[in-house]
């Protein structure tokens, strides 16, 4: 073999070995590149081994298992197992098997990637977001594990009870998928039974609190979006035939109380027992075919009202069942623009809130949260609270039957909704009637609203007039209401008409500020009313047709002048003194009959910051005293709710050292520290508007 034949060899041989080199290379891309096609291609369908599944299992049950302070019950908070899911790995289905269950390596070579029993301890209930430092931004997956045990001696069934998950979950008991929940805030229960097992019963908790475009409420929202357990977990036990809920309530002219009672495994002509042992009242009715029972009986009540909040114990029973709560009775209607509360007319001394607690970080989740949020709203003057803008803990409406605070409850249908998904509307549908159900015997709550700030559609007024629907078919004896928008881009422009007509007539703007005014007017004439000095603002949104209370929010000497500033090119300064001298000539009303309320109006603080400009407590006590002035003088207004009575953490607000992620427009700061405009809110109260209802 010539050299050449040598080097043909080699060539030869190192052709070959570079073939076999090639394919298996090749090989090992087509492999890769086959697999990441097939994921890719696959990602489109379920049985990719790379593709992230989506959670499944079935609905909780499907109405609301109410009184459940009074049923036989065992507590599963406490502290649980965490771990942490940013890739949704843990997701049963996935390539990674899910963590569905507590496993553990049987032995050296058996390959688990996840630890319930190593994973950190998280308290229950409560956020997640604020126990970790990690995790105080974190929008995603986690997982909540325990064991527990039951005495499965009892006959009966078993029900895992949720005052409310963040914000879509799904419940694994012993491996099985029991339940799959989305929305947030409301209360459910899945019947357990045929997975529970009498000892170290493996409950794994799948949550995710990522937001987006279809959810409820959407990604963007002014308030935290603390995820988890939150509210408390309970594991109930009921007799195989059992109440699941009750509604009573008074009558209009507050001379009967009638009701439903909603059952479960009974049998049609089973008898139920309502009794009010103070009153000596005892009604007996029977189940009919559909599992309710309906009652109505006179009676003679001493009435609930924010002065005397008088509560009555009530027991209902059946063969076997028993289920009792602290129930109050009182009216609430509209007449004309007036509101009265037992026939009388009343002015709503309001404070909104959020459900954080004073002095500790994180969500409110507890009784003691709730009686020292709501007590400091007592010490304010107020009759009235606006808890926004999503549904409480039971404890909150509990609480404020007690201190006597009339409540406004609300689902988050907040800012930019998906109007036209019928999953967004589904769930929405979900969280208004299981906040419904859940609290249609609070006394105080004596408004459902239905939105804040959404903008006019055809597809937003379909919506929200569903879920109104749905309210008034659930429960009629309370008032509807929704947080409107005006028309922004129109009042902008006629606000700058009149500050400009007034400013030509003060000392406060430089002459060219002046001149600036001058053009403003020149260009405002034709489409601005009559600049006479008052300027009457009018809510017309359409939404004000379906709704018993017209509830507008507005920022009159907060958000405004810097709008306005970057039109005209007048300094935030001079228009920001301006309006807070012309506030007081602003009245604020609607095209409809009806009560009037302000749902919002505040300024920003920085606790302990004084003197000139904004973030001051001086300047946000300025503002609530041109508030009030404006306020004071709108004959349609009926009531008002400030925002807020505490500073609290929203991802908007970032200005460091003085917003540092939280919204600074609380009347206390998030350690319970007053600022100035909280006397001013607390004098007036103690003054005008403090006519109560005898
Ligand atoms: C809006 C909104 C609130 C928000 C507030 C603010 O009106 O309803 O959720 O926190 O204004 O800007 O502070």
Known sequence: MNERDGDNKNGVELRVSMLIRKSLSFGIAAMVFALGVASYADEETEDSPFAIVSAEGPPPSPHVMGWIDSRNLESLNGSWKFLVDPMQVGTPGSLFGGWATTRAPENAYQLIEYSYTDAVDIRVPGDFNTQLDELLFYRDTVWYQRHFDADLTQSGRYHLWFGGVN???????????????????????????????????????????????????????????????????????????????????????RS??????????????????????ELNLRVVTAIDDSGTARFSIPADVELWSPATPRLYDVLITSKSDRIYDRIGFRTIETKGTRILLNGEPIKLRGISTHEEPIG?????????????????????????????????????AKVAD????????????????????????????????????????????????VANET??????????????????????????????????????????????????????????????????????????????????LVITDPLGDLVDLVSYNEYFGWYYAPFIANQTGVSERTLRKLMLEFMPNVTLGSVFNKPMFISEFGAGAKAGKRGEGVWTEDYQAEVYRAQIKMIVNSPQVQGMTPWILKDFRAMLRTLGGIQDFRNRKGLIDENGRRKEAFRVLQDFYASEWSVENP
């Open 167 to 253: 914000f879509e979950t799904t419940i694994y008991l012993n491996g099985h998928a029991v339940a799959h929940h989305s929305g947030g805030y409301v209360p459910f229960s899945v019947d357990v039974t045929e997975q529970l097992q009498a000892n170290q019963n493996d409950l794994v908790i799948r949550v995710n609190n990522r937001l987006g475009a279809d959810t409820i409420p959407t990604e963007r929202t002014d308030w935290w979006p603390y995820g988890g357990l939150t509210r408390d977990v309970m594991l109930v036990h009921t007799p195989s035939a059992f109440i699941v809920n009750a509604s009573i309530r008074l009558s209009d002219d």
């Open 360 to 396: 500790r970080d994180g969500v409110a989740y507890s009784r003691s949260d709730m009686r020292e949020l709501f007590s400091e709203a007592k010490q304010l003057g107020a009759n009235f609270v606006r808890a926004a803008h999503y549904p409480y803990s039971r404890h909150a």
């Open 455 to 536: 903008q006019f559609s055809q597809p937003r007024m379909a919506f929200l007039k569903r879920l109104i629907d749905d309210i008034r078919s659930l429960d009629s004896s309370r008032l509807i209401s929704a947080a409107l928008l005006g028309d922004t881009e129109r009042e902008l422009q006629h606000v700058a008409a009149h500050l400009a007509a007034y400013g030509l007539e003060s000392d406060i703007p430089s002459e060219a500020e002046k001149q600036i005014f001058r053009q403003v007017l020149s260009e405002a004439r034709e489409n601005t009313p009559e600049l006479h000095g008052r300027f009457n």
């Open 402 to 449: 007690e201190l006597g605070l009339l409540l406004w409850e609300e689902v988050p249908i907040y800012w930019n909704i998906n109007w036209q998904n019928p999953e967004t509307l589904e769930i929405a549908r979900d969280q208004v009637s299981r906040l419904v159900e859940r609290d249609w015997n609070r006394v105080s709550v004596v408004v459902w609203s």
């Open 256 to 277: 009967t109380l009638s009701g439903n009672i909603k059952t479960s495994g009974m049998s049609l002509g089973e008898e139920v027992v309502i009794s009010l042992p």
